[in-house]
């Protein structure tokens, strides 16, 4: 069956300005996770969500940061006024439930000019 | 303190033969989870292999295999027989809480790299 899909796979934005990045589990999975990966980083925790609501956004890295997940399917992750620091990897990843192994998507580039 | 330690420089392997990717890891959950994920270069994380923390059995998985020491708080990704579509960067990851979805987020290590040679 269909992975985990993302788009879209490049984006570059000046810096100032907002993105939503899209993300669109495994059919059937009820958990969907989102990750950045940056060079200086290593791989970090950004907010996951169980159905449509986020019990732990304690990852996102300030408040120019929200993600939203309706339908209990796909979600999006919205940077507000982006900025330099912002340039990295996004991935998405879902799991059957919560606690089952989380599968990855092909990721977001995304850079800020 | 870093949850998840991988300290190996790149790693080079004949093909082949087999290579040990090695990784610690530091919790004080009784109940937790270890993952290994490949990340070629397109940049896709896939999946691997799993341990959990009461599970009494190596995790196996075809060619993969993970030596669990929980003594020791390692768990290392054997490769047997390396493939030159081996070459990769390798993630190990921990989920503390194991079966309690509060926790359910991975964490990860820096990553190691291997280079699997003809």
């Known amino acids: 069956g269909a992975g985990v899909s993302q788009s879209p796979s490049n984006k570059v934005t000046e810096k100032g300005k907002d993105v939503e990045l899209r993300c669109d589990p495994i059919?059937?999975?009820?958990?969907l996770y989102w990750y950045r990966q940056s060079l200086g980083q290593g791989l970090e925790f950004l907010i996951y969500?169980?159905?449509?609501?986020?019990?732990?956004k304690s990852g996102l890295p300030s408040d120019r940061f929200s993600a939203e997940r309706t339908g209990g399917s796909v979600s999006t992750l919205t940077i507000q006024r982006t900025q330099q620091e912002d340039s990295a990897v996004y991935l998405c990843?879902?799991?059957?439930?919560?606690?089952?192994?989380?599968?990855f998507g092909p990721g977001t580039r995304l850079t800020v000019l | 303190a870093q949850k998840i330690t991988q300290t190996q420089p790149g790693m080079f392997v004949q093909e082949k033969e087999a290579v040990t990717l090695d990784c610690t890891y530091d919790t004080s959950d009784q109940s937790y989870g270890l993952f290994w994920y490949k990340q070629p270069s397109s940049g896709e994380m896939i999946f691997l292999i799993y341990q959990g923390s009461y599970d009494e059995q190596n995790a196996t998985e075809g060619r993969y295999s993970l030596n669990f020491q929980k003594a020791r708080k390692s768990a290392n990704l054997v490769i047997s027989a390396s493939q030159l579509g081996d070459s990769a960067m390798y993630f190990c990851a921990m989920r503390e809480a194991h079966h309690t979805g509060a926790n359910s987020k991975l964490t990860f290590g820096k990553g190691i790299t291997l280079s699997v040679r003809p």
């Open positions: 969500f169980q159905g449509n609501s986020a019990p732990d």
């Open positions: 990843a879902s799991s059957l439930g919560l606690g089952d192994t989380q599968y």
């Open positions: 059919s059937g999975h009820t958990a």
